[in-house]
């Protein structure tokens, strides 16, 4: 059994919790209740023929109030950056925090980022031709935890880069 | 520690709501004194001055009385099928007292205490100390910590636990040492342990790290906000302790939630100021546009001088204008009105409901003479659907006027002079709705004008879209999706080979 580490990281409420339950549970709930400190949930697939376990760590938002621990992200093989559409200074959040894991916690693992609240785009305030200057690089796509849309594929995406990286 | 005798702290404080018994025992294992609900545990044969054996079973095989340590942990018995703890304490009072609690919970809920009990006796063995803590006191010991409970899939309520990490052989039971066992249940706890071996490892001044909270999850799906903290102390122990979150902390998380969610809230209000600043921006731009025209042609009449021809003309267009002025304000008190229970009223008895024919005759007989001001063909191609005018829909007659209207309005204003706008009805299977195929009618319309720009497709159902509309508030296309929704319909827009904008609208038959 192969057991990969997966670290949700973002700004609060940004929908970390939901995302990691849309993908484990398939629910969602629309009430915002603030992660207390770290939960740890598994799900299991198969990946090319292979039993595959994802620890998916869901980290406490980011902010002011709550710094995450560089020590919650040792050992992890990926990395799942959230940021809110509608609220546009999350994607600077989530900038920041993979500064922090690539910087302090030393990580050098595949991500992604994942613009959430895909349900609520007509209330984004971000601009895609923005987004593309100011992440160069980075694979970003648009999930929905309410709908699952983007979900699933995001989890088997970065699934995909982690065995990848394990390949090389 | 306790400074009143253990069983008696544990009768008081945890088990008063529970049913139990003691016997005490003296240091032959004979039966001194007994109290509490013997019955119930099946022990009402039980007399003083028995010896294990005599009459109760469960003394057999209880390591009495060579107890040297002031608490044992409890064992576990499946007493006439209820769930019972066996607790045997060496008192400093003298005699030995055998404890007995049994909460009657069912047998899946003693396997899980039970290998709580197993673990935490496989911890004990090891030199580990575990207790039980409620209100800052250390009322019981060991296997009840419900910390350990949520980590072997069980329940629980407030702890803490202590321990000494001691070197000694594996656990013989799964091959692994007890601690490495526990750890391994709690991917966080297993994590944390690098860090607190770091800090038992090293010589520096500290003393203490904690882990931070994390919240396990028991197979009841209850959540169990802890915290861990490893320290380092005086007598060269390694302590490991495991708390349960304080209750006054968890508060202040929960004041921490209202703080982030009335940041949010206040986040929301803004983007919604800013919202309403642009459209109102957009409401004065359109309802400014068409009074420049309104006011020009008047001046232009009032003179008198103008040929009757050109006069006639001026007056068209400014009474064209006031007429798009007036559908502007309609849109406007339609999205902002209260719409709601507005639009839900609709007809679908098909006696009542709305003839499609009548509604969209009328409709293109009242934009006919805007097409011809502006050099644009307006045709009606309903060859696909003969008897249009009986043809009854699930609608409101006046909101469905004022969709065709939209949408006609809509193309005009994107046509080039000279060109056609088509308005073609048929049968559909296309509709949002569960509706059989046959029960669907689609009408769309075709304009030549430049389309929409593919980036503003998703948008331009939403209120305030003004992708295709630079200038206008964007109310219009919105109107349309709210009302047919309701109705059970739908509207898209389909993107042709051809040049040109087409906007699709299904509606069920009533």
């Known amino acids: 059994m192969i057991r990969k580490k997966i670290c949700m990281l973002g700004a609060f409420a940004v929908g970390k919790t939901s995302l990691v339950r849309r993908f484990v549970e398939d629910s969602f709930s629309d009430r915002y209740v603030t992660t207390i400190g770290v939960k740890v949930m598994k ?16 980290l406490h ?7 995450v621990q560089s020590s919650y992200l040792r050992g992890s093989s990926g990395l799942l950056l959230v940021a809110d559409g509608t609220r546009a200074e999350t994607v600077a959040v989530a900038q920041r925090l993979l500064e922090r894991a690539t910087g302090e916690a030393e990580l050098d693992v595949p991500f992604l980022l994942l613009i959430n609240k895909a349900d609520l785009k007509a209330d984004w305030d971000l601009e895609a031709s923005a987004l593309d200057e ?31 990286r394990d390949a090389d | 520690m306790p400074t009143d005798h253990a069983c008696r702290t544990l009768l008081r404080s945890v ?17 001194t004194l007994t109290t509490g609900d013997l019955a119930w545990f099946g022990l009402d044969g039980l007399r003083l001055g028995d010896r294990p054996g005599d009459s109760l079973e469960l003394l057999h095989e209880l390591p009495l009385p060579a107890i040297e340590r002031r608490l044992v942990l409890p064992r576990m018995e499946l007493v006439h099928g209820r769930s019972t703890d066996v607790h045997c304490v060496g008192s400093e009072e003298g005699p030995l007292l055998l404890f007995l609690d049994a909460t009657g919970e069912a047998h899946r809920e003693l396997h899980f205490q039970q290998r709580g ?7 004990r063995s090891w030199g580990i100390e575990v207790f039980e803590e409620r209100g800052g006191e250390i009322v019981g010991f060991g296997t009840g910590s419900p910390w350990m409970r949520a980590l072997v899939g069980s329940v629980g309520g407030l702890s803490v636990a202590a321990g000494a990490l001691g070197t000694g052989a594996a656990d013989e039971e799964d091959g692994r040492r007890p601690f490495e066992a526990l750890v391994a249940a709690s991917p966080f706890l297993e994590n944390f342990l690098v860090d607190a071996r770091r800090l038992w490892a090293s010589g520096g001044r500290e003393r203490l790290v904690r882990s931070g909270e994390w919240t396990e999850v028991d ?3 209850r959540e169990w906000p802890l915290e861990a903290s490893a320290a380092r102390v005086d007598d060269g122990r390694h302590l490991l302790m495991i708390r349960s979150v304080p209750d006054d902390h968890l508060r202040q998380l929960e004041i921490l939630q209202a703080a982030r969610s009335r940041d949010l809230e206040l986040a929301g209000l803004h983007r919604e100021v800013d919202r309403k600043e642009v459209l109102l921006h957009c409401i004065v731009h359109d309802l400014l546009a068409p009074l420049g025209s309104i006011v020009g042609g008047l001046s232009l009449a009032r003179g008198g001088k103008l040929p009757q021809d050109k006069a006639d003309a001026v007056l068209e267009q400014g009474l064209a204008q006031a007429r798009r002025q007036e559908t502007l304000i309609r849109g406007m008190l339609d999205a902002f009105s209260a719409e709601l229970s507005a639009l839900e009223a609709f007809e679908t008895d098909p006696k009542s409901a709305p003839r499609l024919g009548e509604v969209l005759h009328a409709a293109l007989n009242d934009h006919r003479l805007a097409y011809q001001a502006r050099g644009v063909e307006l045709l009606l191609d309903e060859s696909a659907l003969p008897g249009l ?3 009854a829909v699930v609608a409101d007659g006046a909101r469905l006027l004022r969709v065709f209207a939209n949408l006609l309005e809509n193309a005009l204003r994107h046509s080039p002079r000279g060109g056609r706008v088509l308005v073609t009805v048929a049968p559909t299977e296309h509709l949002a709705a569960d509706c059989e195929p046959a029960e669907a009618i689609a009408v769309t319309i075709d304009d030549q004008g430049p389309g929409v720009p593919a980036e503003d497709v998703e948008g331009l159902f939403t209120r305030f879209s003004t992708g295709r509309n630079s200038g206008a508030a964007g109310l219009g296309l919105h109107f349309c999706r709210r009302v047919l929704e309701t109705w059970g319909g739908d509207i898209c827009y389909v993107d042709r080979e051809e040049a040109g904008a087409r906007f699709r609208i299904a509606l069920a038959l009533a």
């Open chain 1, 43 to 58: 799900k299991q697939l198969t990946h090319a023929d292979r039993d595959v376990t994802l620890m998916l760590w869901d």
């Open chain 1, 61 to 67: 938002g980011d902010d002011a109030f709550q710094t």
């Open chain 1, 134 to 164: 100011q992440l160069a690089g980075w694979t970003v796509l648009e999930t929905s935890a309410k709908t699952g849309d983007g979900v699933e594929q995001a989890f088997e995406i970065l699934t995909d880069l982690m065995m990848e």
């Open chain 2, 15 to 31: 088990l008063s709501d529970k049913r139990h018994a003691s016997v005490q025992l003296d240091n032959e294992g004979c039966v």
């Open chain 2, 117 to 123: 009990n197993q673990l935490a006796l496989a911890l």
């Open chain 2, 219 to 221: 197979e009841l799906g």
């Open chain 2, 389 to 391: 005018e009986d043809l």
